[in-house]
C-alpha cells in the first residue's frame, strides 16, 4: 500500500495529506457507514472508558486505515473517469489551458498539466461545470451511491449552416438528407458498475494504477484512432471552417438522459439509412470500488458533407424518379394515357416520392419543424411538390404509400396537415400559377386528369376496364381537339374542350349549347353539358346560375374564347353531329369502329404498359370513335352506358373538371382547385407538350379530375364508397371543398382510403394511414372534388363533357344546391351518360360492346377502383338517373 | 523460465511505405507500454491517425531498428518479407550467493511484426494496394489496442514512476540475438 500511495503520490505530483484527508474521509464516511463512529458511539455509553478509548483507538486506526485507501481509491476513482472525460476531448476538440504561475520566483506561466495514470494533458476548465458530478466523487461513498454513468459526445454540429446548405451523409453511394441539426457522432461511457471479482478492495492500489495507465492509453489511441478522427477530421476541416459545420463534444450525466438520447448515436440519419455504428469496449480496472469501464459506440460512416439545397432538389426529382418508377410508375404508366400525363404524373409524383424517400426526412423536418427553417426555396419547392403531390398526387400517396414506408405516408399526411389546408392555399397559387402561367397548363390539367385519372382507370382497367378507360381516354382526345383549338387562345380552352365534346353530340342540340355557351362564360360549362345532353341544357341551366358564380368571369372570358374556338370547331363537329348521330354513327362506326378498336387495343396494351405514345396516338384515332360514341350516346341515352359510362366518364369527368378546375383556378385561383391545381402545376410545367393534353384540357372537370387522380388512388385503393360520398360532393365541388361536412364526408372516404394503404403495407399502417388521412383530408377536398368527379364521370360516359359543364355549372349549381342541387345536376348527366353509353355502345362495334361490358363487369367485378366504388356509386348514379329520369 | 505473452501482428506493405507502417505500429505497440508519463501526441500514416510518445530519444531508436528491417529487404534482393519484435522486460532482483546481487531481466511480452514486402505494377494495383495495407495498419492498431485493453494481468507490478520500469528490446530477424540491441536503460 504504501508503495502504491507513495508511487501514485509521486507519479501525480500529488501530496498525500493523510490528515485532512482523515478529516475529510471521516466526514464522508459517518453518514454512509455506520461503522467506527457509529460503533463508537454506542460503546461510549456503556463500558469503561479506557475500553472504549482502546477499543476506539483500534477502531479508529483500522477505519483510518481503510478510509485512507478508500479515498484513495475514490480518488482514483473520480480520476479516472475525468481523465478519460479529458482524453477524449482533447482528441477531439483544443481546450483551452490553465495558466498557472509557477512557483519559482520566477513569474513565469506554464499550463497545468492533469498527469494522473501517466498521461499528461493540460487541465482545462471547459468542462469543469460538467464534470462537476464526477470531481465531487469523494464524497460519494462508491458502494453506496456509485457516480452516474460519465457520458461523452462527440458532436457534429451543423446549426450553424445557412438555409441554403443541407447536411448530407453519403451512404451507399446515395446522398442522406441529414434530419437533425445535431448529428452524435460517437457516444463514450465510463461507468462504474460492480467489481469483477464482486469483492471490493481485491487488488492493490498499485495493480490498480498499473492497469488503469493502459486503458487510458487505449481511450487515446482508440480515439485518435477511429475513423471518426482521422478520417472525418480531414473530411471535414475545410467544411467546418467554410461550411459552419463544428465538430464540440458534450458532457451528459448517464442518468439524466433518456433512452432516445442515449441511443442518439445510433440512430439512422437517413430515411431507410443502414445503421452503421460500431461499439468497442476498452476495457476497464478492477478498483476498490468496483469496475470502472470504459466504452465506445461510434457511427462508421462519416461521409458527412454539405450541400446547397438546389442540388439536393435535382437528386432528389432523381431519385424521386426512381422510386415512383419502380413499382407505381409501372401500374401508373399503364394507367396513364398519355405521355404527358405520364411525365406531368412523373414531376409531380415523382416530386413527392423522392422527397419521401430521401426528403421523407426532409418531409418530417416540416413535422419537426426544424427543416422547415432551415429549408430554402428550393426545399419548400420540394416540399409543396410533396404536399401538392401528396395533395393532388393523394392517387399517387396510396401508390407511393403501400410502396414507401410510413414516412412517407406520414409526410403525405403532414402535408394534409399542414400543407393541406395551408399549403392547399399556398399551393392553390402555385399550382394555378402554373396551370394558369402556361397554355400548356390546359396541357398541364389534362396531363394532371389523365395522371390523375389514371389512378382510378389504372385500377379499374387493371381489372377489366382497360378498355373503357381507354374510351374514356378517347373522349378526351375529343376534347382535347376541341380544347387544342380553343385552347390555343387561353388555358380555359379545357372549357371549351368540354364545350366542344358537348358540341359534338349537341350539335342536334350544339345550338342549344352553344348558345348558352357563347351566353354565358358560366353557360359556357353549362353549355357544354347541355350540349353532351338536351336534357341537360335545362339542368345546366339552373346548375350553371349556381356554379358559374365563382368561375362564371373567368369562365365567360373562357367561353368567349371557346366560342370563338367552339364554333370552329363546334362548326366542324356540328356539321357532323346535324346529321343524325346514328347516321353518322353509322357512317362513321366502320372507320371510327375500326379506329376505336385499333384505338382501344392499344389502349389496353397501353393501359399494362406505359401507353404514352399509344395514348397519344390513340387519341387523335379516338376522336373520331369518340365523337362517334357521343353521337352514338347523344342519340340512343342507355342506362348501360352509365355502367360503361362510369369507366370512361371516370376519367374524362375528372379530365373535365381539372380542366375546369385549370380554368378556374386560373380565373379564381380557388383554393380547393389550387389544390388539385398544385399538381396540375408541375405537370404543366413539365408537360410542354400540353398541346396534346389540350384533350386532357377536356377533363376540364379536371378539377375534379385532378382531385380524382388524387383521390382516385385512394379511391382506387380505398374504394368507391369516397367515390360516392365524393360524386354527391362533386354534385356541389364549391361544397365539397367549402362544407367542411363533406370534407369531412371525403375525409371518412380518405379514410377508408388510407386504411386500405394500410392494409397494403404492413409496418407502416397505423403512421401511414394517419398520415394518408391527414393527406387525404388535405387532399379530401380535392379528392371529393375527384371523387364527386369520378362518380359522375361512372355515371356518364359523356361525363366528360358534362363535367366540363358540370364543373362549372354542375359544381356550381352543386355547391349553390345541396345534395339535391347535385341530385338536380345529375338527373341531366344520366341522360347525358345514357347518351353517351348508348352512344359508345350503337357507335362501337359488338366488340367495343362487348369490351365495354366486359371491361364493366370487369371493373365491376374486378378490384378495380371502379369497381369498389361502383357498388356504391352506381347505386348512387342510379339513384340520380332515376331521379333525372 | 516463463513463457511471455506474445502477440504477433502481420502487414503487407509496398516497399515506399513498409516503414512508416512499420514505424506507426512500434509507436502504437510502445504508447501502450511505456509507463512513464508521457505526453501524447498523434501521427498520420496513410490517412489513418496513431499515437505516439512525444520521446526523441524513444524514436530514434525506432528508426534505426526499422532502418535495419529495411536493410534486410534491400539487401537481400529475393527476401520479400522480414520480422521485427519488441520484448519487453521486468527487473528481478536476482536470487544470488553472498556478494552477487544481480538484476534479472525477464522478458514478460513481446510483439512480433511480420512484414510482407509486395509491389505494385499498375496504378489500379497501387489503389488497392493502398487500401490493403490501410485496412491491414488500421487492423494492426486494432489489435494492439485489444489486446493491451484486455490483457493486462500479466503486466509486472510496477516499482519505479520516475523512469521507465521495463527495458525494452527491439529486434529485427527470427530470433533474439543479442543483447546489443537491448535497450533496457533509461
Avoid at chain 1, 497545468?112 to 461545470?129: A, G, H, I
Avoid at chain 1, 442522406?176 to 448529428?183: D, M, N
Wanted: aromatic share 6%; charged share 25%.
Amino acid at each position: 500500500m504504501r508503495q502504491a500511495n507513495n508511487g501514485i503520490n509521486d507519479q501525480n505530483g500529488r501530496p498525500s495529506t493523510p490528515s485532512r484527508r482523515l478529516s475529510q474521509m471521516a466526514e464522508n464516511n459517518r453518514p454512509n457507514s455506520p461503522g467506527v463512529y457509529g460503533n463508537y458511539a454506542q460503546q461510549q455509553e456503556p463500558d469503561t472508558q479506557d475500553n472504549k478509548k482502546s477499543k476506539l483507538n483500534q477502531l479508529l486506526q483500522v477505519r483510518i486505515f481503510q478510509s485512507i485507501r478508500a479515498i484513495v481509491y475514490a480518488n482514483g476513482t473520480q480520476n479516472f473517469f475525468l481523465k478519460v472525460a479529458m482524453t477524449v476531448l482533447h482528441t477531439r476538440m483544443t481546450l483551452p489551458p490553465i495558466i498557472i504561475s509557477k512557483r519559482d520566483g520566477t513569474g513565469s506561466t506554464a499550463r497545468k498539466v492533469n498527469k494522473w495514470f501517466s498521461m499528461e494533458l493540460d487541465e482545462t476548465e471547459m468542462f469543469s461545470r460538467d464534470l462537476y458530478v464526477w470531481k465531487i466523487l469523494n464524497a460519494y461513498d462508491p458502494q453506496q451511491s456509485p457516480p452516474p454513468p460519465l457520458i461523452i459526445e462527440t458532436i457534429l454540429d451543423a446549426n450553424d449552416l445557412s438555409p441554403d446548405q443541407q447536411l448530407v451523409v453519403v451512404s451507399d453511394e446515395r446522398r442522406w438528407k441529414v434530419e437533425t441539426s445535431e448529428v452524435v457522432i460517437e457516444r463514450w461511457k465510463v461507468v462504474l458498475g460492480p467489481s469483477s471479482t464482486g469483492q471490493p478492495f481485491t487488488e492493490d492500489l498499485p495493480v490498480v494504477y498499473k492497469k488503469s495507465i493502459p486503458v487510458i492509453r487505449t481511450v487515446f489511441s482508440y480515439a485518435a484512432h477511429v475513423q471518426l478522427h482521422s478520417k472525418l477530421k480531414k473530411q471535414l476541416s475545410k467544411q467546418v471552417r467554410q461550411k459552419g459545420l463544428k465538430i464540440r463534444c458534450r458532457i451528459r450525466n448517464g442518468d439524466e438522459m433518456t433512452r432516445e438520447e442515449y441511443a442518439a448515436v445510433e440512430s439512422p440519419l437517413g430515411e431507410g439509412q443502414v445503421r452503421e455504428t460500431r461499439s468497442y469496449s476498452l476495457g476497464g480496472v478492477d478498483c476498490a470500488v468496483g469496475f470502472v469501464s470504459v466504452d465506445v459506440t461510434h457511427r462508421e460512416n462519416c461521409e458527412f458533407r454539405v450541400e446547397s439545397q438546389e442540388s439536393l432538389l435535382s437528386s432528389d426529382f432523381m431519385n424521386q424518379d426512381e422510386y415512383f418508377f419502380q413499382p407505381s410508375l409501372g401500374n401508373r404508366n399503364s394507367h396513364r394515357t398519355g405521355q404527358l400525363p405520364y411525365a406531368a404524373g412523373r414531376e409531380p409524383s415523382s416530386a413527392p416520392t423522392t422527397a419521401q424517400p430521401r426528403p421523407g426526412a426532409s418531409v418530417q423536418q416540416p413535422a419537426s419543424g426544424l427543416p422547415v427553417t432551415n429549408l430554402t426555396t428550393g426545399e419548400r419547392r420540394i416540399q409543396h411538390m410533396r404536399n401538392a403531390p401528396s395533395m393532388s398526387g393523394s392517387p399517387f400517396d396510396p401508390a407511393s404509400s403501400s410502396y414507401r414506408s410510413a414516412r412517407e405516408s406520414n409526410p403525405s399526411l403532414r402535408s394534409v396537415d399542414n400543407a393541406a389546408r395551408r399549403s392547399s392555399v399556398s399551393f392553390s397559387p402555385f399550382k394555378t400559377g402554373s396551370v394558369a402561367s402556361s397554355p400548356g397548363a390546359g396541357v398541364a390539367g389534362s396531363r394532371l386528369t389523365s395522371g390523375t385519372s389514371i389512378p382510378n382507370r389504372s385500377r379499374p382497367s387493371t381489372g377489366t376496364g382497360g378498355p373503357i378507360p381507354h374510351r374514356m381516354s378517347m373522349p378526351t382526345p375529343i376534347d382535347s381537339s376541341h380544347s387544342a383549338q380553343a385552347s390555343s387562345g387561353s388555358p380555359r380552352p379545357s372549357s371549351m374542350r368540354f364545350s366542344s365534346s358537348f358540341t359534338n353530340r349537341p350539335p342536334r342540340f350544339s345550338g342549344t349549347s352553344i348558345n348558352r355557351a357563347e351566353e354565358d362564360g358560366a353557360s359556357s360549362g353549362r353549355g357544354s353539358v347541355s350540349s353532351s345532353s338536351n336534357a341537360w341544357a335545362a339542368s345546366f341551366p339552373d346548375d350553371s346560375g349556381h356554379s358559374i358564380t365563382e368561375d362564371g368571369k373567368k369562365i365567360s372570358e373562357l367561353m368567349k374564347l371557346l366560342e370563338l374556338t367552339e364554333k370552329k370547331g363546334l362548326k366542324s363537329f356540328e356539321q357532323k353531329t346535324t346529321v343524325d348521330p346514328l347516321s353518322r354513327f353509322r357512317k362513321l362506326r366502320d372507320t371510327h369502329a375500326a379506329l376505336s378498336e385499333s384505338i382501344v387495343e392499344p389502349l389496353h396494351h397501353s393501359q399494362s404498359q406505359p401507353q404514352l405514345h399509344s395514348q397519344e396516338q390513340q387519341r387523335p384515332l379516338s376522336y373520331p370513335s369518340a365523337s362517334g360514341l357521343i353521337s352514338s350516346l347523344s342519340s340512343s341515352t342507355s342506362p348501360q352506358l352509365f355502367q360503361i359510362s362510369p369507366h370512361t366518364p371516370h376519367a374524362p369527368v375528372v379530365r373535365s373538371r381539372l380542366s375546369e378546375g385549370l380554368s378556374a383556378a386560373d380565373a379564381n385561383g380557388s383554393e380547393g382547385r389550387g389544390a388539385l391545381h398544385h399538381r396540375p402545376r408541375p405537370e404543366n410545367t413539365t408537360g410542354p407538350g400540353s398541346s396534346v393534353a389540350t384533350p386532357l384540357d377536356i377533363p376540364s372537370p379536371p378539377r375534379g379530375g385532378r382531385t380524382v387522380s388524387s383521390f382516385r388512388r385512394p379511391n382506387s385503393f380505398v374504394q368507391n364508397k369516397a367515390v360516392v360520398d365524393v360524386l354527391e360532393d362533386l354534385d356541389d365541388p364549391a361544397t365539397a371543398f367549402a362544407n367542411a361536412g363533406r370534407q369531412s364526408a371525403s375525409l371518412g372516404t380518405v379514410d377508408t382510403v388510407p386504411v386500405s394503404l394500410a392494409r397494403m403495407r404492413e409496418d407502416h399502417d397505423a403512421a401511414s394511414a394517419a398520415a394518408d388521412r391527414p393527406n387525404a383530408v388535405g387532399a379530401g377536398v380535392t379528392s371529393n372534388l375527384a371523387a364527386t368527379t369520378t362518380s359522375n364521370s361512372s355515371a356518364s360516359s359523356s361525363v366528360r363533357g358534362r363535367f366540363p359543364a358540370r364543373g362549372r355549372g354542375g359544381w356550381s349549381g352543386q355547391n349553390s344546391g345541396s345534395a339535391s342541387g347535385g341530385s338536380g345536376l345529375r338527373p341531366g348527366e344520366p341522360d347525358d351518360d345514357d347518351l353517351l353509353f348508348t352512344m359508345s355502345e350503337d357507335v362501337s362495334d359488338p366488340n367495343h360492346h362487348q369490351r365495354r361490358n366486359n371491361s364493366e363487369d370487369g371493373a365491376g367485378k374486378a378490384a378495380g377502383p371502379s369497381n369498389l366504388g361502383e357498388p356504391k356509386e352506381r347505386p348512387a348514379l342510379d339513384k340520380t338517373t332515376k331521379k333525372r329520369v | 523460465m516463463e513463457h511471455p505473452q506474445t502477440f504477433s501482428l502481420d502487414v503487407v506493405a509496398e516497399r515506399n511505405h513498409v516503414s512508416d507502417i512499420v514505424r506507426a505500429i512500434i509507436s502504437t505497440i510502445f504508447f501502450h507500454r511505456f509507463f512513464p508519463a508521457v505526453r501524447p501526441k498523434t501521427r498520420d500514416v496513410l490517412d489513418l491517425t496513431f499515437p505516439s510518445i512525444d520521446d526523441p530519444k524513444l524514436d530514434a531508436q525506432i528508426d534505426a531498428q526499422v532502418s535495419s528491417l529495411l536493410e534486410g529487404f534491400n539487401n537481400g534482393t529475393s527476401k520479400s518479407s522480414g520480422r521485427i519484435s519488441v520484448q519487453f522486460y521486468e527487473k528481478r532482483r536476482k536470487k544470488s550467493g553472498w556478494f552477487l546481487r544481480a538484476d534479472e531481466q525477464v522478458c514478460w511480452e513481446e510483439w512480433v511484426l511480420n512484414v510482407k514486402l509486395v509491389s505494385a505494377r499498375t496504378d489500379s494495383e497501387r489503389r488497392n494496394l493502398r487500401t490493403k495495407m490501410e485496412n491491414q495498419l488500421s487492423n494492426a492498431i486494432l489489435q494492439i489496442i485489444t489486446a493491451v485493453s484486455h490483457h493486462k494481468d500479466h503486466i509486472p507490478p510496477i516499482t519505479e514512476m520516475t523512469s521507465n520500469p521495463f527495458p525494452f528490446q527491439i529486434t529485427v530477424g527470427d530470433k533474439v540475438d543479442n543483447w546489443g540491441t537491448r535497450m533496457g536503460i533509461f
